[in-house]
């Protein structure tokens, strides 16, 4: 795996990203957030806050669909009270995310760690807008039933996404140790 990180951060240093990293690091908005100590532990905090919410919110559902954790009587009633905190908190990320990768865009954009969880939280969207369809229509399908949980595919859903999460945030801290 090192390798192949190695080798990805080799390519990556190749590309015309290089220019554009360097371009954003000298633009005002990447020198302010860099020259004022307090931005960076405050868009981490957002950051960590952010994912701890919409992870939690997550799994929230997750735990109900594979049986683990009810405390709402049915799907829809866990999927109405989590799955909006899960979308404000995601947004939050985005935009603390985005923050992060202004305030030191070469150690950002040219790290392959970096990449990787881009698209583990890409992966995470579509999985997450495609569970939640199929939540929904499990949900209709079994309006009657007090304890509406899905089928297999839900909880293979509820599985992968979880992976997912745990999969982007492991990255997330690997990002910081990723040769550059």
């Not at 929904?136 to 009657?144: D, I, P």
């Amino acid at each position: 795996m090192g390798d192949l990180l190695f080798a990805l951060s080799e390519w990556l240093r190749s590309t015309a990203l290089v220019e554009g990293a360097l371009w954003l690091a000298d633009t005002p908005i990447s020198v302010f957030v860099r020259d004022h100590f307090y931005v960076i532990p405050v868009l981490q905090t957002i950051h960590i806050l952010s994912i701890a919410v919409a992870f939690g919110s997550a799994m929230m559902v997750n735990g109900h669909i594979l049986g683990i954790g009810r405390i709402y009587p049915t799907l829809d009633d866990a999927v109405r009270r989590f799955t909006p905190w899960m979308w404000i908190a995601l947004a939050l990320l985005i935009v603390s995310g985005l923050g992060l990768v202004i305030s030191d865009p070469p150690r950002e954009l040219l790290n392959a760690v970096f990449w990787m969880k881009i698209i583990l939280v890409v992966g995470i969207v579509l999985l997450s807008v495609g569970f939640q369809q199929a939540a929904g229509v499990a949900r209709r399908q079994k309006s009657g039933s007090a304890r509406s949980d899905g089928g297999a595919g839900l909880r293979a859903g509820a599985i992968g996404i979880s992976l997912l999460w745990c999969a982007t945030m492991i990255a997330g801290r690997w990002i910081y140790y990723a040769p550059v």
